[in-house]
Structure formats: C-alpha cells, structure tokens
Nanobody, 125 residues
Framework: QVHLVESGGGLVQAGGSLRLSCAASGRTFSSYAMGWFRQAPGKEREFVAA????????YDADSVKGRFTISRDNAKNTVYLRMNSLKPEDTAVYYCAASLREFGVTTQGREYNYWGQGTQVTVSS
C-alpha cells in the first residue's frame, strides 16, 4: 500500500512552465515504477510519462515528448513532472500513479496499482 499526493498544479499562460510533485508514503518508494496520467473534461484518461524503479528508464507520450520531463528522487519519496512550453491542450487533471511492475515502465493505466487524487493544470491562451 502506498499513498500518493500530487501538488504543483495551477493556472499558467501558454508557453509557460510548471513542475508537478507527487509525494509518496507507505511502502518503500523505490519498490514502485511511477507514472503520470492526465484527464481533460470529456476525455478519457491518457498516459503522459513513466519512470522505472531505479529512475534509469523513462518513457514519454508522443504529445509531450521534448516538453515534459519525468524524474524521481527516491531519498525524498517523490516523483516529479517538469512541464515546459505548455499548451492549452495540456489542460487537465494530472494524476500520479504507482505500479508494482518490477522492471521497466508501463503506459497502461490498468497496470498501476495506486493513484493520487490529482492536481489541476490549466493553460490559458
């Protein structure tokens, strides 16, 4: 069991930047691969980025490649999502998730065992 709490969301103009944080508590943080997902009103939840247990492997959705960077600090039990060059279409609730996958990363929401409550990101034109 792990409890996840996202923070760092807010309102930003197009072209701006935000850094989201996800603080974990419970079982050893390094036991989980981590991911970020987002859901906009009227749309399905979609994968954004993922990082392996060790932090050595990352994978980004095509829609955010070159703009978003996922990272983790196991000493702080925290995973981050740095978002640059934000676009209005990035507006969504962003969710942090933890997976028991032992190796590598996964883009599939069903493979994540624990989820945070989300943080709102709004990008204005």
């Amino acid at each position: 069991q792990v409890h996840l709490v996202e923070s760092g969301g807010g309102l930003v103009q197009a072209g701006g930047s935000l850094r989201l944080s996800c603080a974990a508590s419970g079982r050893t943080f390094s036991s989980y691969a981590m991911g970020w997902f987002r859901q906009a009103p009227g749309k399905e939840r979609e994968f954004v980025a993922a990082i392996s247990r060790s932090g050595l492997t990352t994978y980004d959705a095509d829609s955010v490649k070159g703009r978003f960077t996922i990272s983790r600090d196991n000493a702080k039990n925290t995973v981050y999502l740095r978002m640059n060059s934000l676009k209005p279409e990035d507006t969504a609730v962003y969710y942090c998730a933890a997976s028991l996958r032992e190796f590598g990363v996964t883009t599939q929401g069903r493979e994540y065992n624990y989820w945070g409550q989300g943080t709102q990101v709004t990008v204005s034109s």
